[in-house]
Nanobody, 124 residues
Framework: QVQLVESGGGLVQAGGSLRLSCAASGRTFSSYAMGWFRQAPGMEREFVAAISWSGTSTSYADSVKGRFTISRDNAKNTMYLQMNSLKPEDTAVYYC?????????????????WGQGTQVTVSS
């Protein structure tokens, strides 16, 4: 069982930056592939970025490539999402997710554990 808690969301102007964190419980954090997803009002939850258990492999949605960076610190049981050059269309609730896997996972249905979400609002 893994419990996930996101933090770091907030209100930022377009062009600004935010760093999201996802703190995980449990002693086997390094056995889990992790991902970030987001959901805007009236929209389906969508993939943002994912990282392998070791942190050596990553994947990004085309809409965030070059602007967002996913990383993890297994010693701290924490995953991060550095978001730069934010745009109003990045506004959404951001969720972190975990699945026991050694490879990167990019589909919502692949993940077993989810956090409660953190709101990111980008004003124009």
């Amino acid at each position: 069982q893994v419990q996930l808690v996101e933090s770091g969301g907030g209100l930022v102007q377009a062009g600004g930056s935010l760093r999201l964190s996802c703190a995980a419980s449990g002693r086997t954090f390094s056995s889990y592939a992790m991902g970030w997803f987001r959901q805007a009002p009236g929209m389906e939850r969508e993939f943002v970025a994912a990282i392998s258990w070791s942190g050596t492999s990553t994947s990004y949605a085309d809409s965030v490539k070059g602007r967002f960076t996913i990383s993890r610190d297994n010693a701290k049981n924490t995953m991060y999402l550095q978001m730069n050059s934010l745009k109003p269309e990045d506004t959404a609730v951001y969720y972190c997710a975990a699945v026991r896997s050694i490879v990167v996972r990019t589909r919502t249905r692949d993940y077993d554990y989810w956090g409660q979400g953190t709101q990111v609002t980008v004003s124009s």
